[in-house]
């Protein structure tokens, strides 16, 4: 833990991130938590955690219920989601990243859920569905939405109900005495907020206009906070039945099974062990995570029976995103005979 702990203050002590959250344990309970310049309760902006953590979760729940089936066709849920080349693509597809779909959008972010649908729904896609994986927000976008339609209730509202559950205290939209005690981040040169500090606020420029609640990105929550959730995860894929619904080994273990797309790590929502990954060197080939933009990270691996939490406020940083990577990889390796 030393070392690992080292590896962090060096980080902040040449800007990589101003301020650092850490939980790592087993299926049991933590084993290190810690803080460089904050404390383990200090919220942090999730980014792209939000993916697996919000909108896997409220899917996974979605698809237990029956409500949704991940061969269902996105042109059944999506009017304008009709071209011949993108008619095969699935919500599979969508949650593995392979429906051919870009990253981001050409234009600055639209105003309303009804123009980033139709503006997701109708860019030109990248590469033939199921034939690579490409990282895409818009994807999720769309995840979000459908959620939403099929769920009856905002993604936020039925996120709410399973983090409860959980007992972990994750959010969107965080109440202002939380915003307060937020890890602050920088906007990007494009975002229309940039010049100001966000606190509080989702970093991500889509889910700003989307009013800070949407599949790909906007939920806070501390060290600790996903130190609880990642626990509940960790004990399914273990095989634990006792979990809270839908946290059953059997949906954990569809949900973390690596695609089939050739050359992909992804699995629904998560992210897979490569020996380039973020988790670095050390990990077994069941472990699966997730990283954000804003510097956060989440590692779970249910052979060695351990999670490990990094919130960082990259964001906030100035060193570059491969220095972010680096620290990440060495904090995980610092910490593989734990």
Same mark, same amino acid.
């Given at each position: 833990? @030393? ?11 040449? &800007? ?11 299926? @049991?309970? *933590? ?5 460089? @310049? ?5 919220? #942090? ?15 996974? =729940? ?15 849920? #999506?009017?304008? %989601? ?17 429906s051919g779909l870009p990253a981001?959008?050409?234009? *600055?972010? /639209? ?74 981040? $920088? ?7 940039? &010049?100001?500090?966000?606190k509080g606020v989702v970093h ?26 990642? =626990? ?16 059953? /080994? ?12 050739? !050359? ?16 670095? $060197? ?6 699966? !995570? ?8 989440? %590692? ?12 960082? @406020? ?13 620290? =990440? ?10």
């Open positions: 833990m @030393n070392a690992a702990r080292d590896v962090l203050i060096r980080a902040a002590d040449i &800007g990589i991130f101003p301020s650092a959250g850490v939980d790592v344990g087993d299926s @049991n309970g *933590p084993l290190w938590q810690d803080a460089v @310049n904050g404390g383990i309760d200090t919220p #942090f902006d999730l980014a792209s955690l939000t993916k697996p953590i919000a909108t896997g979760s409220v899917l996974m =729940r979605l698809i237990g219920d029956r409500r949704v089936a991940l061969d269902d066709l996105a042109a059944d849920s #999506f009017k304008e %989601w009709r071209t011949t080349d993108r008619d095969s693509v699935t919500i599979r597809d969508l949650l593995e990243h392979a981001r959008l050409v234009d *600055p972010p /639209p105003e309303t859920r009804r123009e980033f649908e139709h503006d997701i729904c109708t860019i030109r896609l990248e590469y033939a569905p199921r034939t690579q994986s490409i990282y895409s927000d818009l994807g999720f976008i769309l995840l979000g939405f459908l959620a939403a339609d099929k769920g009856a209730a905002t993604l936020d509202t039925q996120f709410r109900t399973i983090a409860e559950r959980t007992g972990a205290r994750l959010m969107f939209t965080p109440a202002p005495p939380v915003r307060a005690q937020a890890a602050p981040t $920088t906007p990007l040169p494009e975002d229309l907020r940039r &010049g100001t500090t966000l991500d420029n889509y889910a700003a206009a989307l009013g800070g609640v949407a599949g790909h990105a906007g939920l806070f929550g501390s060290a600790q906070a996903v130190g609880t959730f990642a =626990r509940v995860v960790l004990r399914a894929a273990r095989g634990d039945q006792s979990g809270p619904y839908p946290f059953t /080994p059997e949906l954990v273990k569809l949900f973390t099974t690596r695609s089939r797309v050739p !050359g992909s790590s992804r699995a629904l929502a998560w992210d897979t062990m490569l020996s380039t990954s973020s988790c670095g $060197t050390r990990m077994s080939a069941a472990a699966f !995570g997730h990283v954000g933009y804003t510097g956060t990270s989440l %590692w779970i691996d249910p052979e060695r029976n351990r999670y490990f939490v990094l919130l960082t @406020n990259h964001a906030r940083g100035t060193a570059s995103r491969d220095a972010l990577r680096d620290v =990440r990889r060495a904090f995980h390796d610092a910490l593989a005979d734990l």
